[in-house]
């Protein structure tokens, strides 16, 4: 079992930035490679950015690609989403999530079966 737990969330004007965190507790954290999803209203939850058990690798989703860097410190069992240039349209529900299904990439929500209770970012325009 694993349990995450997201912070960091708030309401932010367009162009400002906001850090996300995802503490971990349970089974060793540095097994899994990490991902952030965000779900707006009436839209389906959408792959955000995944990074390595070791942060060696990382991706990200075109849409914020750029602007949007993930990290991971294992000491702490943590793993951060730095958002910076800020858009109204980044305005989503974020969560973290542990991947554990290999036959599922990384953007796909299906591969991820540990998830936080998610941190609500909102920007303004």
């Known amino acids: 079992q694993v349990q995450l737990a997201e912070s960091g969330g708030g309401l932010v004007q367009a162009g400002g930035s906001l850090r996300l965190s995802c503490a971990a507790s349970?089974?060793?954290?540095?097994?899994?490679?990490m991902g952030w999803f965000r779900q707006a209203p009436g839209k389906e939850r959408a792959f955000v950015a995944a990074?390595?058990?070791?942060?060696?690798?990382?991706n990200y989703a075109d849409s914020v690609e750029g602007r949007f860097t993930i990290s991971r410190d294992n000491a702490k069992n943590t793993v951060y989403l730095q958002m910076n240039s800020l858009k109204p349209e980044d305005t989503a529900l974020y969560y973290c999530?542990?991947?554990?299904?290999?036959?599922?990439?990384?953007?796909?929500?299906?591969?991820?079966?540990?998830w936080g209770q998610g941190t609500q970012v909102t920007v303004s325009s």
């Open positions: 349970g089974r060793t954290f540095s097994d899994y490679t």
């Open positions: 990074i390595t058990w070791n942060g060696g690798y990382t």
């Open positions: 999530a542990a991947h554990t299904a290999r036959q599922y990439g990384w953007g796909d929500p299906r591969g991820y079966y540990y």
